[in-house]
Nanobody
Framework: QVHLLESGGGMVQPGGSLRLSCAAS????????MCWNRQAPGKDREMVAI???????DYADFVKGRFTISRDSVMNKVYLRMDSLEPGDTAVYYC????????WGQGTQVTVFS
C-alpha cells in the first residue's frame, strides 16, 4: 500500500531556502519515477520536478535553476531543495509517483512572504 508523507515546509522571506522531504512506504522510490507537485490557493495542481528511475531530472520552467530534486534510496525518501524562493512559490507541495499513485497526502505548506 502506497503511503507518502511530506515535510519540511515553512515560512521564509524571498530569496530564502527550504528542503522538503517525502518519506515513502509500500514501494521503493528508486523503482518508479517520482515527482513533486504544488497547488496554490485557487489554482490547479502543477508539476514542479521529476526524477526518473535512471536518475534523470527535469523541472518546470518556473523553478529551473532554483529547485533541485533528489532521491535517497537507502532512506526511501525524495527531496526537493528550493533556493531563491519567490512569493509565487507559495503553495502546498506534494510528492507522488509518475504515473500518479492515487494516494493523496497532506502535503507541506510553503509560504514565501516579504
Amino acid at each position: 500500500q502506497v503511503h507518502l508523507l511530506e515535510s519540511g515546509g515553512g515560512m521564509v522571506q524571498p530569496g530564502g531556502s527550504l528542503r522538503l522531504s517525502c518519506a515513502a512506504s509500500g514501494f521503493r522510490v528508486n523503482s518508479i519515477d517520482m515527482c513533486w507537485n504544488r497547488q496554490a490557493p485557487g489554482k490547479d495542481r502543477e508539476m514542479v520536478a521529476i526524477i526518473t528511475t535512471e536518475g534523470r531530472t527535469d523541472y518546470a520552467d518556473f523553478v529551473k535553476g532554483r529547485f533541485t530534486i533528489s532521491r535517497d534510496s537507502v532512506m526511501n525518501k525524495v527531496y526537493l531543495r528550493m533556493d531563491s524562493l519567490e512569493p509565487g512559490d507559495t503553495a502546498v507541495y506534494y510528492c507522488d509517483t509518475v504515473p500518479p499513485s492515487g494516494f493523496w497526502g497532506q502535503g507541506t505548506q510553503v509560504t514565501v512572504f516579504s
